[in-house]
């Protein structure tokens, strides 16, 4: 086995905790379009929508702004992505 970090992509991410409040997917939000589950953005914390919803604003996001790691932002869910990567990760120990 690797001890290899299985996300090398690590260091870019600014933003581990969500906000307070979450009043859904921003872009969805300005056009008026509904969202399944929410994701945030570990780098900058834009909040987007996921890829069952049907404006996808959060992988959007991560090919727009190069961002390649989010996380989930649904209540419970602490699990991360990477699109870098593709692979989907807990965080070893979120920092403050
Ligand atoms: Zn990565
Ligand atoms: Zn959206
Ligand atoms: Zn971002």
């Known amino acids: 086995m690797s001890t290899r970090p299985i996300c090398s992509h690590l260091d870019q991410i600014e933003v581990t905790a969500l906000p ?3 009043e859904g997917c921003e872009e969805c939000l300005k056009i008026g379009s509904t969202w399944v589950h929410l ?3 570990m780098t900058c914390g834009k909040i987007g929508c996921c ?3 049907p404006n996808r604003h959060a992988t959007a996001h991560a090919g727009e702004s190069s961002h390649p790691i989010i996380r989930s932002a649904e209540p419970g869910e602490e699990w991360s992505w990477c ?3 593709e692979v989907a ?3 070893p120990g979120v920092r403050p």
Do not use: K, Q
Request: hydrophobic share 40%.
């Open 51 to 53: 890829d069952s919803s």
């Open 83 to 85: 699109y870098l990567d």
């Open 89 to 91: 990760f807990a965080l």
């Open 20 to 22: 307070e409040t979450i």
């Open 39 to 41: 994701r945030m953005c």
